[in-house]
């Protein structure tokens, strides 16, 4: 049994003594890796673990090729949660006290703190680094800071007023998601579940019933030249509500919904959705007038309560109708109903006239309550937007496309008065982590980025097809992101954090004082070590840092900082930025990960925008989602204690590729547990020895391990670490298990030496996965040095010797093939007889190989071609082989292919003769192998004949 913690413990501990992962500039390369920082408010669990540890993965691996790999770490303090946790803890609230209590197992006297914010986040910083720690992250730990840290604030305002002075923070009023409990802006880490919330803007369009107006929010008001009728649900009582200057009915979800958008709301009466059945109300910009119909798919919490039915382009309203007309029993006072009709105003190429009765059909619905209405809806919707043109009947918008139609047709009913504008949430509820249900609020003068600034967006666009994005899938989401993203509130009235610098009554919010902090890595360590204090920095000295701008001179003197020093700062901005690779979980894709490309564009000049961006999915447990309710959320340094960080790491990794969900599951910590102890266990059996003759089989295992090696970097390169920890821990198994046999079959003892070779490069590849067990392996292999420090090895293309690997796999499917032939017969050998191909075989079967590989298989072709030569004229007697021989090579991966056209000739008699002693030391009989053109061979079953090239025949008797 291997006891992980102190094996870990030791070689931390070690790690820290010679100061590993601190890195400064030098003369090599830079590679600088950073991670989205934690925010502190509760322990990491196993799901955290897995960005983190792709970070620190990726950070060991450029640290092994050579690169001065800079990844630090922060702690992110900023915005309201933290507030809010400690107004529970004042107010006594026993659910979150026993989650401290019982799942996070803080002690009591820490929990009595507790009522003070700083001291949670104070907490579980030292909570979360502590794991880090343990976790064997390669982080230089003389970087660190917080976001409260008096110097960051100064960054921070140093950001803000960079941002104001380029029009990029902007005061305005524009809708957010907003807590009413709070009376706060809302985004993602302020929510339940962190959703980010986000909303949708409809139209309102107005139409008048006698002195009131039934609004309708709808996302196609082109289609208004399209509307038959109007339908309210019957069942819903309504409020009769004035707003502003106008008397609206509307579902009382929507009066809420209101009372956020700066209008004057008054509720002044109610209505029954049945109380306005069969009334008519008056079409905008048409002047006609429309009856109010009765339909149960309407439901309160949309829009406005009430719907606009487009009978000929909307399924909903096309199947209403249809249900209204089959059921005119229930509604006799409306024998308007049979005379409505669809009024078509979009032709596209899909559909026929009236595209909603074709969808209708396609989907076989027959009931405005079918589910697969939402579906059909989508659908046509998307065909139409962008297929569709405007008919004739839509006055001067006619043949524009529904693209350019829906903003001329909106902005031209606004204009008249007879339209307005409605936000909602999308995917309600959306909860503040205050419990309250979140809204959506036009706010007032309150400070924005301005991320609808359309050159700004295009700058993002051309700089994100320059960025490598991994996985490469994910690059459309940024795309989209940036598309839709549009000022956004980015102060607060509450929260920790950095003041606005020219309004103090705002603090800037969490997602906007964490999008250039990279760049903040290199100040902090000059105020860690105390080189620098809060009273050095001014604007000026971050200009002169990040932007070489401004008279050193100056500054030094200004603010009393020695010249020298600010002049190595600089320096090492210079050396360390840009970032080359930012990790995070995809989460982060709609806010964070696009705002940090958006900040870094807009502040910093062209050569230090980021270069790269590596997304990964989230962790399952036992295959279900992690939550609170479940019960099955880990803390990290629980599961740390129990499995160790290696067997962690590697579990996390080993289940899936980036942007999969990884599964954390019992069976595959015991399997990765015992990989590890046997390998721990065989890297003591071997010691480096000298020089010696090399065998066939030595020769195959250093080419195996230099394949092995080249695929593995390439996967590493890609960040497909799932695939190189498989090459890597599971592909050199059953390579080990062959050269084992055939070394002991040949009663060899002078091979450790080859296999301390390759353990040794097998133990520097798996260094960057699981560090510590690494170490442990590399010094129980008699090495002094650090595996943590040694090169990633170098595939050596000279090393490959293709011949070494097709003699060895002639060997070993000839062995499986004489085991399979005594399984199926049942005979007790006596002697085992080998045949192999006669020379004209092997002639045709290179030439075979050599079209099968550009694809000509056509048979009839091969054969005409084989015996119009003389080498291989002999083809004649054996027609047949032609056949047998491409369905050989077309079994056969286009590498292997490969291999067997580098490898040329091999002498199939000489290889197989190396059969003898492992047939000797299996069944104990001895082998003979002839050539199949031997006349003296022994062959009394005439077996030789059908001897193929790699398919010798075989005789046992
Ligand atoms: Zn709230």
Redesign the pocket.
Known sequence: MVDWTSLEEKWRQRWHEEKQFESDPDSKKKFFVTVAYPYPNSPQHIGHGRTYTLADVHARFMRMMGYNVLFPMGFHYTGTPIL?MARRIQENDKELIETFRTLYKVPEEKIREFSEPVKIADYFHQEIKTGMIEMGYSIDWRREFTTIDPVYNKFIEWQFRKLKEKNLVIQGTHPVGW?P??Q?P?SQH?TQGDVEPSFTEYTIIKFRYDSYILPIATLRPETIFGVTNLWINPNVTYDIVRVDNETWIVSSECTTKLEFLNKKISRVGKITGNDLIGEKAKVPERNDEIFVLPATFVKSENGTGIVMSVPAHAPFDYQALQDLKNNTKKYPNLPVITNISPISIIETETYSEIPAQDVIKNFQIDDQNNPKLEEATKELYAKEFYGGKLKQNTGKFANKTVSVAKEEVKSWILASGNADILYELNDPPVK?????ECVVKLLDNQWFLNYSDREWKEKVHSWLKEMKIIPEEIRNEFNNVVDWLRERACARQHGLGTKLPWDKNWIVESLSDSVIYMAYYIISKYVNNKEITVDNISDSFFDYIFMEVGDSKKISSDYKIKPEILEKIKNEFQYFYPVNARHSGRDLVPNHLTFFIFNHLAIFPRKYWPEEIVVNGSVMMEGKKMSKSMGNIIPLRDAIKTHGADTIRLTILISAELLQDADFNQEAVRGIKNKLESMLDDCTKYKPSGNIHLQQEDRWLQSRLHQIIAKTTSSMQKMRLREALHYVLYDFESDLQWYLKRVEAKKRRDFAGILHEIFSTRVIMLSPFAPYVSEEMWSRLRNSSLASQSSWPNPIEDKIDFKSIQSENLLKLTLDDIKNIIRVTKIIPKRITIYTAASWKIKAYERILSKVIVGQINIGMLIKSLISDKDTEEIKKDPDFVKKTVNDILSESQEERESKIKAEFINEQEILSELDSLVQSEFGVPLQVFVESDHKRYDPKNKAKTARPYKPAIFIE
């Open positions: 809010g807590c409990k709070d706060n809302v302020d503040c982590r205050c419990g309250a």
